[in-house]
C-alpha cells in the first residue's frame, strides 16, 4: 500500500488545490495554537473544507483541552478528522464521536523518550489515527507540533510495531530523509509542513520532489 501523505499548514484554496494536484490525500488545516506555524481561521478553515474533493482528508488541528471545545469548534469547519495535538483533560474521545457521527480521531503523540511508547500504546485502542510529532508540551510555551525537528526513529518504530492503530509520521521530513523515515517506521502515512515550502508559501518544485522521493 502507498505511503499516504499529508502536507499540513495549509492556509488558502489555492495551496490545498496545489498539495492536491501534487499527489497530497490529506490536508492539515491548523487551528489556534500557542505557538508553530500555519495557524489560520476557522472562517479560512471552513472555506477550504467545502472547496476540496469530498475524497480529500481534512484535518483540523485542535489545541483545545476539552470535549466539548473540540465539539463546538469543529461544527464551524466541518473537517473530516480532528487532530488532537495536547491530551484531552476534560470529557471523552467518545464523547467526541458520539456528537460527531463518521468523525476521524487523530491523537498526536509527542516522541520525547520511552513513557512516549507507553503514552501511545494507552491511547491508540480510542483513537482512529496516532500521529508520531517531535514537539514538547511539557515546555512553558507548548511545542504542539511544527517544529520541524527529527526525533527519535527507533521509538517511533517500537510504536508502530506495538500497536494495531494507523500511524502518521511528523517531525524533520523533507525529500533528503523522506525514503529512511519510511523504511525505518514504516509509517501509514507521513506528515510535514515547512519542507515544501518557500518563503512559507508551498512551492511546486518542492512538492514534486518530495512526491518523487516517497513513491519512486
Known sequence: MK??????????????????????????????????????????????????????????????????????????????SIQIVDKLESGTYNDIRSAIPNIKLVQVIHVIDENSIVEAQNVAPNVDYILLDSGNPNKEIKELGGTGRIHNWNLSKMIVDSISTPVFLAGGLKSTNIREAITTVRPHGVDLCSSVRYNGKLDPGKLCTFFDNVHP
Open 3 to 80: 505511503t499516504k501523505v499529508k502536507i499540513c499548514c495549509i492556509s488558502s484554496v489555492d495551496e490545498a488545490r496545489l498539495a492536491i494536484k501534487a499527489g497530497a490525500t490529506e490536508l492539515g488545516l491548523v487551528g489556534p495554537m500557542p505557538s508553530g506555524p500555519g495557524i489560520i481561521s476557522e472562517t479560512q478553515i471552513a472555506e477550504i473544507v467545502k472547496a476540496v474533493p469530498q475524497n480529500i482528508n481534512t484535518f483540523l488541528l485542535t489545541s483545545e483541552l476539552s470535549a466539548a471545545k473540540i465539539i463546538e469548534q469543529h461544527n464551524k469547519v466541518k473537517t473530516t
